[in-house]
């Protein structure tokens, strides 16, 4: 089970930062990835990690803005959202996977969690 938090509103240049909390054990052996879904739009890809957190993979949308770590100790994996835009604002969603951290593919993560949402006023 995965839980996602750390949503709210913040004006445009502002700072989030995204936990997801897993109880699936060995929360090491999971990829993890980050998407969101938009209003009106199809879920997308942001980011993902590798199971030791040493690879990272952004979507361009993100890159250079967002990044992704996770601490497997304690079963969290982390989005640091800087200098969002009002184009940022969605729902956000961790999910895990057992396959590659660059899958941007949803159907490949098989584990979600719940959404959390995510407003960037202008």
């Known amino acids: 089970q995965l839980q996602a938090f750390g949503g709210g509103l913040v004006q445009a240049g502002g700072s989030l930062r995204l936990s997801c909390t897993a109880s699936?054990?060995?929360?090491?052996?999971?990829?993890m990835g980050w998407f969101r879904q938009a209003p009106g739009k199809e879920r997308e890809f942001a980011s993902g990690?590798?199971?030791?957190?040493?690879?990272?993979y952004y979507a361009d949308s993100v890159k250079g803005r967002f990044t992704i770590s996770r601490d497997n100790a304690l079963n969290t994996v982390y989005l640091q959202m800087n200098s969002l835009k009002p184009e940022d604002t969605a729902v956000y969603f961790c999910a895990a996977n057992r396959g590659s951290y660059y899958d941007t593919r949803i159907s490949s993560y098989p584990y979600w969690g719940q959404g959390t949402q995510v407003t960037v006023s202008s």
């Open positions: 699936e054990r060995p929360f090491g052996s999971y990829v």
């Open positions: 990690i590798s199971r030791s957190g040493g690879n990272t």
